[in-house]
């Protein structure tokens, strides 16, 4: 999760994100490059005392300033579109869950099982326990096998909401009476935070989510427990 003073993402923990991650390097590299061209002109324009009054145009320098933009944006464009079309992918999905957002919490449904549900409310901030983060955590968490492929429908029940998670690049908008979805696949066990992104009124701060990944092993037997709970 994010730590103070933090300059760069969080930790990916998917695949999605890292290629997420890698692309941003990509494009920061070049940004530096042509933020170092243009300052490197800038100066030598305003330092140098030689002047050329005769210089009216100049087919050359023409061709390369158009030329060269339009390769750099192509080499911006086509990973981004590979991102973008990855990001789209769902295949075979090994669970579909269905997360509602409401004003100011969130309830899950695993639809694969007849009777597994429940409503993921923000600890309060006086009931945390030692090593719980204030805002952040929640009295039930989303809990998934790792390296397995879930699927999650999003939809709201009240107003926009968003459902997002950072570090394992995921951001979907969660519009009443619509269904979107996306998948992703977690590459290690742990725990991961993120909030609703998208104001949705005065406790718009206060629905977190918490994604916990965990062997299958393990979220057999909690399966298993919240099932017999319910």
């Known amino acids: 999760m994010a730590h103070p003073s933090q300059l760069g993402f969080q930790d990916a923990a998917s695949p999605v994100m890292e290629e997420l991650l890698h692309f941003h390097d990509h494009t920061l590299m070049i940004v530096f490059l042509i933020s170092t061209l243009v300052l490197y002109i800038i100066v030598a324009m305003v330092t140098t005392k030689l002047t050329n009054k005769f210089i009216l145009d100049s087919q050359e320098i023409e061709i390369i300033w158009t030329l060269l933009p339009a390769m750099i944006l192509i080499l911006i464009a086509l990973p981004s579109l590979r991102i973008l079309y990855l990001m789209d992918e769902i295949n075979d999905p090994h669970l579909t869950i269905k997360a509602m957002g409401h004003q100011w919490y969130w309830s899950y449904e695993y639809t694969d099982y007849e009777d597994l549900g429940f409503d993921s409310y923000m600890v309060p901030t006086q009931d ?54 996306t998948a992703f696949i977690t590459s290690r066990p742990g725990v991961f935070y993120g909030q609703c992104s998208e104001i949705c009124g005065a406790n718009h701060s206060f629905m977190p989510i918490v994604v916990e990944a965990v062997p299958l092993e393990h979220f057999e037997n909690w399966s298993s427990l919240m099932l017999e709970d319910a």
């Open 128 to 181: 945390l326990n030692p090593g719980q983060f204030r805002l952040l955590e929640t009295d039930h968490r989303m809990v998934i096998p790792v390296d397995s492929p879930i699927r999650v429908l999003v939809s709201a029940d009240d107003v926009l909401h968003s459902w997002a998670v950072p570090s394992l690049g995921i951001k979907m908008d969660a519009v009443p009476g619509r269904l979107n979805q």
